[in-house]
């Protein structure tokens, strides 16, 4: 079971693990996560109406999960986390399941004070209580540094955006 509050060690912050009642807050968090990688609000409305959507059902029934770091009983940081279905594969020959991290998100007038890092530690901790040999995340530029300080690696994946017809 998720902790129900841990005390952070150097961050001095309380953490807590997301609920249904915080679907707006983590959209907003992804919101502004896209928007600081360089995304004007015009382009990521559309994708934020969609996840919001999307996000409910998976709160709800706990498939997606997180944390967020308070500072004086304020969200300043969160992270998501989902487990998805993956074929075997070399990083992970024995599992057919991946530990997937979203929407890390770190309030600008909090950033570089250990909140991420902390944050990425409970997640890390999580995946090893449920047993998750291998996971991944998308690295914004400015979060990459950190992750790999953190131990993580580049990989090579791609992607292709293909039209959508009605």
Known sequence: M??????????????RPVTAADLDLICRHRHEMFKASGRTD???QPSTDAFKEWLK???????YFGWFALVDGIEVAGLGMMVIDWPPHPSHPLQARRGYILNVFVEPFCR???????LMEIAVEEAKRRSLQYLILHATAMATPM??????????EMSITLPVHP
């Open 2 to 15: 998720i902790s129900e509050q841990t005390s952070a060690d150097r961050s001095g912050a309380i953490f």
């Open 147 to 156: 992750y790999e300080k953190l131990g993580w690696n580049r990989t090579s």
């Open 112 to 118: 570089g004070q250990g909140f991420a890092r902390a």
């Open 42 to 44: 015009a382009i990521v």
């Open 57 to 63: 059902p998976r709160l709800d029934d706990g498939s």
